[in-house]
């Protein structure tokens, strides 16, 4: 008879890790036990790769990695995006392509200390003579509720713009973006704007974090930039009160062909 405790190689076991890590960390996946007379004697470990059992290493491997879901249709991609760009299904839904029209009393909050106010006003008059030049009076009206929108969201960000013109040159990228106003989607140049609001830095530099302050959380951040073929190249706010009506138009035409494909699926 033999003595366990003199040959304590027979009772060497194999080190097991689980399967994904193993393979993630390179480790060795063959594992040889010799057994005499049912017994462990010996046991090693060796790289599967180019041995007879890598077959049934690939296989095995293809069995626990996750299938993949299908990629979802053109139709509901363009939804999805119409969705982020206007904020939701039920703002998709609700889209129409009236003149935003502007509020009788100008639209300014009431109640703001001299300094809210002033700088308010002061950003309020240059996004007027901006859109003078170089919008048009529904511009002017959306870029005026986007100021509003910014002070209801991030009052800091209103008070802590270096000035008016850098938060007015903010206020016209960001939603000069989301409705395709500048080159390549529009005619206009940032330069122009930039000169007009006698900026030395790009418009872009404040325009992120307006953009931001106007987005929050409406917007994924997992592709910010991703839109589907087919749609226009446009900055989504996710929100369709600062969308003029060219626009609105343009998205109710992806509106309809998306419906139109996703009928023809069903």
């Known amino acids: 008879m033999y003595d366990d405790d003199a040959f304590p190689w027979w009772r060497q076991q194999p080190t097991h890790e689980p399967f994904g890590?193993?393979?993630a960390h390179g480790l060795d996946r063959l594992t040889h036990l010799v057994l005499v007379d049912g017994r462990l004697v010996e046991a090693w470990s060796e790289p599967v790769g180019g041995t007879r059992w890598q077959e049934y290493a690939d296989h095995f491997e293809a069995e626990r990695r996750p299938v993949e879901?299908?990629?979802?249709?053109p139709w509901q991609r363009a939804l999805d995006w119409l969705g982020e760009v206007c904020g939701g299904q039920q703002a998709v839904a609700a889209l129409d392509a009236e003149?935003?029209?502007?509020?009788e009393d100008g639209g300014l909050p009431t109640g703001v200390d001299a300094r809210a106010r002033e700088r308010l006003e002061a950003t309020a008059d240059?996004?007027?003579a901006v859109a003078e030049r170089w919008f048009d009076e529904e511009m002017a009206t959306v870029l005026r509720r986007a100021l509003l929108r910014v002070w209801e969201e991030e009052p800091e960000t209103v008070l802590g713009a270096r000035t008016a013109a850098h938060l007015a040159g903010g206020i016209c990228w960001a939603v000069g973006k989301a409705n395709g106003c500048f080159r390549p989607e529009g005619d206009l140049t940032m330069a122009r704007v930039q000169e007009a609001l006698a900026?030395?830095?790009?418009?872009?530099?404040y325009g992120t974090v307006v953009r931001r302050a106007l987005a929050g959380f409406r917007v994924p951040?997992?592709?910010?930039?991703?839109?589907?073929?087919g749609v226009p190249?446009?900055?989504?706010?996710?929100r369709s009160d600062l969308l003029c009506s060219t626009t609105r138009k343009r998205l109710m035409r992806v509106r309809e062909r998306a419906e139109?494909?996703?009928?023809?699926?069903a």
Request: no cysteine; hydrophobic share 35%; aromatic share 4%.
């Open 260 to 265: 139109q494909a996703r009928s023809a699926a």
């Open 199 to 205: 900026l030395s830095s790009p418009i872009s530099g």
């Open 69 to 73: 879901p299908p990629p979802p249709p």
């Open 126 to 128: 240059l996004l007027g």
């Open 21 to 23: 890590q193993a393979a």
């Open 233 to 238: 190249a446009l900055e989504p706010l996710g």
């Open 99 to 103: 003149p935003a029209e502007a509020p």
């Open 221 to 229: 951040d997992r592709h910010r930039w991703w839109r589907p073929d």
